[in-house]
């Protein structure tokens, strides 16, 4: 999955993808909605320009290894064809890859939702009706796309290349053109970057806080990678798979240091954390005037009605994979005479309808929802890193003639995969950590009942009823901090 991109890419014509399209294919999977918010959501946290390079440097090396990972599992485990939610299945047991889908197929939900409110907020510079995103008209309109998506999907139509044409030059002109605009029109102040460097827009605020308040953007930005890996598994050879990996994420990263490093030299962080979203029109029209921002905002728009068509696709095969496969119950497997899952697409679109909903009668925003997102796939990441560090440690021996590279070298890649994914874990706080709980709890219901259906054992582990006992506590205490008021949703 993308949750930051848009998935519903063509499939290569057979015969396989050369490493040019390899690269340029894995960088439009990840490259999405995200890196047009990028400055103002680090500004927002309170980050100095230091702390923000300094939770890029980190997760540029958590991310690689996560990319990494999923490489590897997928040449010396080829035979896991679960998605993402095989890795903790076949790693930790069924109940642990049960949650792991469904933490992948909430995600990608509230990728939707987070995508409706950026969407709209562009909307707003040129129609003020849509008052920043959120507002009853916003939702409106959400709900008129998000249905028309699922008609379209349920009469069979999953991928389209035009769309997909569309989505990518929308997507990366605006992009290389604030880029390059800002470098060569010289609207780059060393003098203001320098001064965000020191400082950032909440003086006083401790540093690692300033880092940790940074890092659930820059996963946010990279979700995603996953999907990237098995794209870049339909290569002509398989030895420029890891080329492409690297390459393209080398290049993803680049991107997104360009645009959070030039926009830091544009307008201080005191200004950049009060745009509203799309932040980077803001920092272009500074820049360059009003043309800068109808470029930005005109480009989100293109990118987000597209990408919202390929979540729409994603959110609903996803759980309907999981049901084909004995992981959900047995009617998200259901079919119409088109083929297309329709139970998953009315009950996705329907818990879409939902959080809708709690967006118009709450302070929620697009930050809220996309945090949620990213903390909900952290789970996912999190089981798939732990699975392969397992595998460097138990199965060494099937790491050879799949794959290069000493087996130390994996292992360590693999423990400080898991690091990483725990550290991001820490930095979403512990109120976000018992939100995600919230979401999580529903799903033992579904475990049950699809046991139930299949006539199979359940929770029967020591491990199993720690974690259902884990869930249900913290649900229970999100719950209790909504109510008194301590989290306000």
Known sequence: MSADSSPAIAKPHQGGMGIFRLVTTVITLIVGGGVFTLAGDQAAGGASGAAILTAWGISGVGVLCLVLTFFALSRIKPELKGGIYSYANAGFGDFLGFNSAWGYWISALLCTVSFSALLFGALTYFFPVFGGGTN????????????????????????????????????????????????????????IFMANLAQGAEPGLPFFDQVSNTMMITIWVFVGIEGAVAISGRAKKDKDVGKATIIAFVCVLSIYLMVSTLSMGVMPLSELANLPNPALAGVMEHAVGQWGAILINGGVVLSLVGAMLGYTVLSSESPYEAAEQGVFIKAFAKTNKKGAPIVTLVVTNIVIEAFLIIMLFSDSTYQFFYTLSAGMILLPYLLSAAYFAKLTFTEPGAFKGKIGGNIVLWRIFGIFGVVYSFFLAWASGAVGLTIMSLLYAPGILMYVKGKKERGEPYLQSTLDKVVVAVILAAAVASIVLIATGVVVI
């Open 136 to 191: 009853l008209p916003s939702v409106i309109g959400a709900s008129c796309l998000i249905w028309f998506y699922v008609f379209l999907v349920s009469r069979g139509i999953k991928e389209a290349t035009g769309v997909n044409a569309v989505i990518t030059i929308s997507k990366f002109v605006p992009i290389f053109v604030a880029i390059t605009a800002i470098i060569f029109l010289q609207k780059f102040d060393p003098a």
